[in-house]
């Protein structure tokens, strides 16, 4: 019977043997892998035979007869790369970028040793599913331009790799959107390269709150038609220093930058970007270039701090100097702030009513001795409030809203416009208290349930239809219009006008 000692004895060394059978077979793993990599690649460095062992291999490092780390860039190298590139347990780096290798992206899933993965600028066609998964120590993933590659989605368990600090795929053909929370999987990442690609889409709300410094999402290319919405998120970026949004689809304004202190480059050209230029970006002082060019900006010209290089050709400023617009372009710049800018509500011109054109159909402007005195814009889709600044056009006539989405309350300030004959807003989401007008006024609020409405009411009985103020309609001077759309979709208003 064999005593306790033995007992013990016999138990750590079936461990023991376990282990080394274990190192053999990786060892014979990473052999039979090394040997098919010298078969597969059609050309490769000197050095490399079947004769010498691969630990002496250049470009191959190893520690204790293991290999850790494969570096060849720029090395003429083209063939394909055997799959299962996992099978180098102990790999930390591979970098292989600008050569001419070809076929999937090898399979490295479980290299939990691997920090730095390079295959930029080579011609791989495919990912394998699941390539990328349980990397907890990967700092750097790079495998921009392989121009070749069939389209893919980033994939959500990359967020086990939560210390990347580099993510550079730029011209890789992804496609679909962002994960919302992507940026939180990584709180080390300060470079994102991610231009050229076909990414729908918005930028993640999680981009915010992010580390990154380095951020490029230029040249989306199927974002033709797309809402992608605005570049708001990156003005809580407070690392941000070089942001590349260009040749995109980003509509809305330009934020506040002043969070932005380390931003030095910024490129948003041709993209659909409206409203002003905001006096936060202009002071910036960290800022040495940006470009504006083809968006639909306006207001006053830009004027940068001295060392800016700046460009903004292709816009719709109201000048071609700097200086302030004319009195009656800034309250309609007032005015379609309040519309959220839209778009299609633009001019190039220093006065509204010598050859200001606007660029979209259904608008009846009319202008009088040189003032607004008509101004239409129902059936355009609007959104945002209606703004006080119409209180400043004192010449105005005629007023005309309707069959938009706008919200909130009819500006009591309106009731002072002293040659104020109708004001149509129906059909809209007003609501609160409705002003009193003149019982000249010819007044239209229909189709705005909450308006005029106590709302806990509302809620407990129901709505009722908001009624109609009319009052009499004047006869107005004869009109000088200065643009006139071909449908004008309120024949009333028209014949009046008329």
Not at 118 to 132: A, Y
Not at 304 to 333: M, Y
């Amino acid at each position: 019977m064999k005593t306790l000692h033995q007992q013990s004895v016999l138990y750590y060394f079936s461990i023991l043997l376990f282990i080394v059978t274990i190192v053999i077979v990786n060892g014979d793993d990473e052999e039979d892998y090394m040997s098919e990599l010298l078969k597969t690649l059609t050309t490769t460095p000197e050095s490399w035979s079947n004769n010498t062992h691969y630990c002496k291999w250049n470009g191959i490092v190893c520690r204790s007869s293991r290999v850790v780390a494969i570096k060849l860039p720029s090395s003429s190298l083209s063939g394909r790369l055997p799959p299962y590139l996992n099978s180098l347990t102990n790999l930390t780096h591979i970098d292989l970028h600008n050569n001419s290798l070809s076929g999937p992206v090898p399979y490295l899933s479980e290299l939990s040793l691997l920090e730095t993965f390079l295959l930029g600028h080579n011609n791989f066609t495919s990912i394998i599913d699941g390539s990328f998964e349980m990397l907890p120590n990967l700092l750097t993933l790079n495998l921009s331009n392989n121009l070749n590659l069939s389209p893919w989605i980033l994939p959500i368990y990359l967020k086990h790799s939560s210390l990347l600090q580099t993510l550079d795929l730029e011209a890789t053909n992804i496609i679909g959107s962002l994960p919302s929370e992507m940026f939180n999987w990584f709180p080390n990442l300060n470079t994102v390269f991610l231009s050229h690609n076909n990414i729908t889409g918005i930028l993640p709300p999680s981009l915010g709150k992010s580390g990154v410094k380095y951020l490029r999402f230029n040249n989306q290319g199927t974002w033709n038609g797309d809402n992608v919405g605005t570049i708001d998120v990156i003005s809580s970026m407070r690392f941000l220093s070089q942001a590349w949004l260009h040749n995109n689809l980003f509509s809305g304004q330009i934020p506040n930058m002043s969070n932005c202190t380390y931003l030095f480059d910024l490129q948003l050209h041709s993209n659909q970007l409206t409203g002003l230029v905001p006096h936060s970006l202009l002071t910036l002082s960290s800022l040495k270039s940006i470009s504006l060019d083809d968006n639909y900006l306006q207001g006053p010209l830009p004027v940068f701090h001295k060392g800016v290089k700046a460009t903004w050709e292709g816009n719709n400023f109201c000048r071609n100097d700097s200086g302030p617009c004319d009195s009656q372009v800034t309250i309609f710049l007032e005015i379609i702030a309040a519309f959220g800018y839209p778009d299609f509500l633009t001019s190039k011109e220093s006065n509204p009513c010598i050859e200001w054109r606007l660029f979209f159909t259904g608008v009846f402007i009319m202008c009088e001795r040189g003032k607004i005195v008509s101004f239409s814009l129902e059936n355009k889709e609007l959104s945002g409030t209606i703004s006080p600044a119409f209180s400043k056009l004192s010449n105005l006539v005629n007023l005309t809203l309707a069959n938009n989405s706008l919200t909130g309350l009819i500006p009591y300030s309106l009731t002072t416009l002293p040659q104020l004959r109708l004001l149509d807003v129906s059909n809209n989401n007003l609501s609160g208290e409705l002003p009193k007008f003149p019982s000249k006024v010819n007044l239209t609020t229909r189709g705005n349930a909450m308006l005029g409405k106590n709302i806990s009411q509302t809620l407990g009985g129901g709505i009722n239809e908001t009624a109609s103020h009319h009052g009499s309609l004047s006869k107005t001077a004869k009109l000088k219009p200065f643009w006139i759309a071909e449908n004008v979709r309120s024949p009333t208003l028209a014949r009046d006008m008329a």
